[in-house]
């Protein structure tokens, strides 16, 4: 009878934490897409939303955010630097921002439905940037066709040694999904939110007004958390499969990497990248982390334009 009493206790209390968690997941996610609602537009393919903004005359540049982000963290810094010179689109990648979740999270299914979004908008060979996870979209992208140049900014390209910090291990099951992923969206304070963004800056630091333009919350949404955990947790092998591929591309290549970024160290990735790929440009910010897009806008900016040219 004691352990009757106790299993159900127990029963009654993981139930009763499973309903609070869920009421204050959804009620941040509320908050969170009110106080961030969408800044652009809408595209539509196979019944999927893609959200995007539009800025600035001359030919098309597409760039793409990075894991965990959205079209926010491009439009702080960098895109307004371009505007004069290119009409710049800038996308929320499926399952983050506004932009709705695909079965699919692979690097070459976003890629291609990233290409067929913006070609509705009249884009068919656009300079593509790609920070992070994003330029990894954008090698895919290049795989199957379709840049005249790539801007790769801190972007993973080849597969690294090691494993994945215990976050995305935690989540690469279903029951782990199933119970951290809710815990995280209701319960993750904004100070954690702030020191794993300074530990993305180091050893730059954030700049000022930052997180408040980024809408951060907006990645602590459960959809979302599953969006990013997949893409996360699948790109190595997808990497393995992409990298014996590049030698075949052709099209300019502009590679960004600061020596301190310790979140893609640039010795596993832009590095021998760089030596795979027959018309690529490596430069190399001595100090900077893993955001040189915020750090070293000029360098950015300057790669961007030596693309276009080339």
């Known amino acids: 009878m004691t352990l009757r009493r106790l299993a159900t206790s127990l029963l009654i209390a993981a139930l009763g934490l499973a309903g609070v968690t869920h009421w204050r997941a959804g009620s941040r996610e509320a908050a969170a897409e009110l106080a961030y609602p969408p800044t652009g537009e809408f595209v539509v393919v196979d019944g999927l939303r893609l959200h995007y903004e539009i800025k600035g005359q001359g030919p098309d540049l597409v760039m793409i955010h990075g894991a965990s982000g959205s079209l926010r963290d491009l439009t702080f810094s960098l895109r307004d630097r371009l505007t004069d010179r290119f009409r710049v689109i800038v996308i929320d990648r499926p399952g983050l921002g506004h932009s709705d979740p695909m079965p699919d999270n692979s690097l070459a299914a976003q890629a291609r439905v990233i ?3 913006v070609a509705q908008l009249g884009v068919t060979d656009p300079v593509v940037l790609g920070q992070s996870y994003g330029g990894s979209v954008a090698l895919a992208w290049a795989l199957d066709g379709g840049p005249k140049a790539l801007v790769l900014v801190g972007s993973p390209s080849l597969p690294w040694p090691g494993t994945l910090d215990i976050w995305y291990r935690m989540t690469t099951t279903a029951p782990g999904r199933a119970i951290i992923i809710p815990l995280a969206s209701a319960f993750v304070p904004q ?3 702030s020191t794993t963004t300074k530990g993305v ?16 919350v907006l990645a602590l949404r459960r959809t979302s958390l599953v969006a990013n955990t997949a893409q996360v947790n699948g790109l190595r092998a997808e990497l393995v499969t992409m990298a014996p591929l590049y ?4 099209l300019p ?7 301190e ?13 760089a030596d795979l790929l027959p018309n690529a440009t490596l430069t190399v910010i001595d100090g900077a982390g893993h ?16 693309a276009a040219l080339r």
Do not use: R
Not at 253 to 259: C, F, P, Q, S
Not at 261 to 273: E, F, N, Q, R
């Open 115 to 117: 290409k067929t979004a």
């Open 191 to 193: 100070s954690y939110i």
């Open 201 to 216: 800056f180091a050893p730059d630091p954030v700049p000022p007004g930052y997180e408040d333009h980024l809408g951060s």
């Open 247 to 250: 030698p075949g591309l052709s």
């Open 253 to 259: 290549v502009e590679l960004i990497h600061g020596t």
């Open 261 to 273: 970024d310790t979140i893609v160290p640039l010795h596993i990735h832009s590095a021998p990248l």
């Open 291 to 306: 955001m040189p897009h915020h750090s070293h806008i000029d360098t950015v900016v300057a790669a961007i334009l030596s």
